[in-house]
């Protein structure tokens, strides 16, 4: 069987002995990893540690071997390309075609996928050149993976951080699952839901929902490998934050709102999978309830949330802009999908079927994709990122013809 070729360009910064658990996972789902570090990643981690994890030999020179023409061979024969971390240094070299190393040729000469994933403090990713290098290299169809938040090095905190290798591999393993070199999502920012709203009955209770926020994850992971910048809304999931991604935390569905409404402005498309509770509590009770001593049970009052997909829909914010429902339904299922998909005047309504065993939670699904113009699109048991795909498929077109 063919073991798809990666190349692991590994640059000088502290995060690379990060690279290490990525590798790992790369050589242990069944690629075929060569590691071509620059001279200064080997001051923080050695070649002996490369050559051993990976199997492969390891060489920062394009004079190693010069009868196989490595500084050649290595970029033709890729199937993938992964920076980890990329330091602004080499996203400097990667966008002016500059060449002093092996790793610097390999990438002129790869014609495979290319992904960077950018460590450095926050002054120095924030900086005109870098951000000019990075739309550079995004607009030339390599996908750059938006930095984490976080700790960086000594006592600083803030954008710049290498975001989880488990992370980064899963974008990896995305891109080559679909097999295309060119980024389709590429310039596009999409905003996209997930998880389901929490509505406070008392300081220790709330009306909730069962949805685990893993297809709105899975949405918002393949957004990032086909090249989008996606900013997710994330309702009480309690899943690590994606690589790649803007995530906004809310817990309400006012919250939800609100922060909808505002990363809209700007955006190609908003996907709302998150599972919205309809209605809230009238009234907050600031004390516990308490249970009655007659063993009556108290009565909640309960009010409307706003009906946001409606809301977004009819009142888009830009031109063309794409906006996908979903709708999880446990009987009648695509006949209330068609009413809803109406209702809401949506351009795309995802529509499964649910229950205590089924979606929620789940790692595969099934589902039919109903589009405004009558079309329908089922798509079969499988992965999540499977039926994200397939919704990006769909929205992909919509984005460049407009959504008339």
């Known amino acids: 069987m063919h073991k798809p070729k990666v190349v692991l360009g590994v640059s000088g910064g502290i995060a690379a002995y990060k690279a290490c658990e990525l590798l790992r996972r790369l050589s242990e789902s069944g690629h075929d990893v060569r590691v071509?570090?620059?001279g200064s990643a080997l001051n923080f981690v050695g070649a002996a540690t490369w050559s051993a994890l990976s199997g492969n030999p390891v060489s920062t020179e394009v004079w190693s071997d010069v009868h196989e023409v490595p500084h050649v061979r290595i970029g033709q024969q890729a199937d993938l390309v992964i920076v980890a971390p990329a330091t602004a240094d080499i996203l400097a070299k990667a966008a002016h075609g500059l060449a002093d190393d092996l790793l610097t040729n390999?990438?002129?000469t790869a014609r495979c996928?290319?992904?960077?994933?950018?460590?450095?403090?926050?002054?120095?990713?924030e900086h005109p050149a870098t951000q000019e290098n990075v739309a550079t290299l995004r607009r030339r169809g390599a996908v750059v993976i938006e930095?984490?938040?976080?700790?960086?090095?000594?006592?600083?905190t803030g954008k710049g951080r290498l975001p989880d290798p488990g992370e980064i591999f899963e974008i990896c393993r995305r891109i080559l699952v679909r097999g295309v070199s060119e980024p389709d999502l590429a310039g596009r920012h999409v905003v996209i839901s997930a998880g389901g709203t929490r509505e406070p009955l008392d300081p220790v209770r709330y009306l909730g929902n069962r949805s685990s926020g893993k297809q709105g994850y899975a949405l918002a992971r393949t957004a990032a490998a086909r090249g989008a910048r996606v900013t997710l809304i994330e309702a009480n999931t309690g899943i690590p934050d994606p690589a790649g991604v803007d995530v906004v935390h809310v817990s309400t569905a006012v919250q939800l709102r609100e922060a909808v409404l505002k990363a809209a402005a700007d955006a190609d498309a908003v996907v709302m999978a998150a599972a919205v509770a309809d209605f809230r509590p009238a009234e907050y009770a600031t004390g516990k309830i308490k249970k009655k001593d007659d063993g009556g049970?108290?009565?909640?009052?309960?009010?409307?949330?706003p009906?946001?997909?409606?809301?977004?829909?009819a009142g888009r914010a830009r031109p063309g802009q794409v906006i996908v429902g979903f709708a999880a339904e446990t009987d009648d299922v695509l006949a209330n999908g068609r009413d809803k998909l109406r209702r809401k005047g949506c351009d795309l309504l995802v529509v499964n079927e649910v229950g205590e065993r089924k979606t929620f939670g789940a790692e595969a699904s099934e589902a039919v994709v109903l589009a405004a113009d009558g079309a329908e699109t089922p798509v079969p048991y499988g992965p999540k990122e499977d039926l994200a795909d397939t919704v990006w498929d769909l929205v992909a077109p919509r984005m460049t013809t407009g959504n008339g």
């Open 307 to 313: 009906d946001i997909l409606a809301e977004i829909s």
């Open 147 to 156: 930095p984490a938040v976080g700790r960086l090095t000594g006592v600083d």
């Open 36 to 38: 071509v570090p620059t």
């Open 106 to 108: 390999t990438l002129l």
């Open 297 to 305: 049970a108290p009565t909640v009052e309960l009010v409307r949330n």
């Open 113 to 125: 996928p290319v992904v960077f994933a950018p460590a450095m403090h926050t002054e120095m990713w």
